[in-house]
């Protein structure tokens, strides 16, 4: 029997790219669909390597009904979907909020449509702690109240959640899990894939591995005078391997489960917070390299805490995160050296 096709749009980009060898590692075939707005071909390549193996690729864009039409009928019988083609920049969002809420939402809307047609009915959704807003309380739980998003982007992702929640609840086939991302960072151990940030990054970890490399010349650290023991702000930090290998277990859940249609969110983080200072210290301990820094004032929108109750993924998909912040800053800077 042949290995059951999951389409992973996005599938070129920093997260798709782990999930789809974590697909196949898991027998799965990843049918990949990407338009490269924000990755390259020798993502592609990495995957190649990886897996041993050649890849389905299908490019262009989700937010093109037809294309995505055609491409499940040419697949014929996909089992699931995973959807992580969006733009994804806080700061680009202000400045280009309609590109975002139509690139966003419309490819969401058009993959359901696709997804209904062809008779898939597992879709996990890329969703983003940032749904959370500023919570009240932590760690944030997937029952703590969501607050306005901090920004186009946000409003984006609390937007598709609820699409999504509203298609199952309308009867139709659905079955769904979006899983609220907290802090992604680290790379593939064998350094044949990672994050490539277009331009400056925005991400603080590729601006410490760009700065360690001698691309960028210092690290800004936006603000030291947060209500945090160091005064710097705290995050969960998630490598990317375990966030691969949650969604699978995603989707494995999803194919159990007997309701014809149901939406649920569910935290991907460790649960514990590191400030930006000790991210810097560990970084530059475990590489045995220097990081240029100065401190900064507050950037526009960063809350003081955030990090995650994760004992739902634990619970529903019996998933918890493995890799160590080390781990994962070691392999972010292999990475970088193999750029
Ligand atoms: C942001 C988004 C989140 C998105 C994530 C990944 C919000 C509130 N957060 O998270 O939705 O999923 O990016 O794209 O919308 N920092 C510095 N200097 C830098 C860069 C970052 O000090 O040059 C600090 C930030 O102040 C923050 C921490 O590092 O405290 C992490 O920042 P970043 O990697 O940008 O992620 P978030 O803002 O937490």
């Given at each position: 029997m042949g290995r059951k096709k999951i389409v992973v749009t996005g599938g070129a980009g920093y997260i798709g790219s782990h999930v789809a060898i974590a697909l196949w590692q898991a027998g799965y075939e990843p049918i990949i669909i990407d338009n490269f707005s924000n990755s390259e071909h020798r993502i592609i390549d990495g995957i190649k390597s990886i897996t041993g193996q050649d890849v389905v690729l299908h490019e262009g864009d989700c937010a093109d009904q037809d294309f995505l039409i055609k491409v499940f009928e040419k697949e014929g019988v996909v089992v699931g979907a995973m959807h992580f083609a969006a733009f994804k920049a806080v700061g680009e969002s202000f400045d280009k909020p309609l590109e975002y809420y139509h690139n966003n939402i419309g490819s969401l809307i058009f993959l359901i449509k696709a997804m209904q047609e062809s008779q898939c009915r597992n879709l996990v959704f890329s969703s983003s702690?940032?749904?959370?807003?500023?919570?009240?309380?932590?760690?944030?739980?997937?029952?703590?109240p969501q607050k306005l998003a901090l920004s186009p982007y946000g409003n984006t992702k609390q937007i598709c959640e609820k699409i999504i929640e509203d298609a199952a609840k309308s009867g139709m086939p659905l079955k769904s899990i979006a899983l609220r991302y907290f802090n992604p960072i680290g790379a593939h151990p064998s350094a044949l894939i990672g994050e490539l940030p277009l331009?400056?990054?925005?991400?603080l970890v590729p601006v410490i591995t760009q700065t360690a490399a001698g691309i960028r010349e210092k690290l800004t650290v936006?603000?030291?005078?947060?209500?945090t023991p160091d005064k710097t702000c705290v995050r969960d930090y998630i490598d990317i391997m375990d966030l691969a290998e949650a969604h699978v277990d995603t989707l494995v859940y999803l194919e159990r489960i007997k309701e014809d249609n149901c939406f649920d969110a569910i935290n991907v983080g460790t649960g514990q917070g590191h400030s930006v200072a000790e991210v810097l210290e560990a970084f530059q301990r475990i590489n045995n390299v220097k990081v240029n820094f100065v401190i900064g004032k507050r950037r526009f929108g960063d809350i003081a805490k955030l990090y995650a109750n994760v004992k739902k993924a634990e619970l529903v998909l019996g998933w918890k995160a493995k890799y160590t912040i080390e781990e994962s800053l070691k392999n972010a800077w292999k990475w970088q050296l193999a750029l």
């Open positions: 702690a940032t749904v959370y807003g500023e919570p009240d309380e932590l760690p944030v739980t997937e029952l703590s331009g400056m990054p925005n991400n936006f603000g030291n005078d947060y209500d």
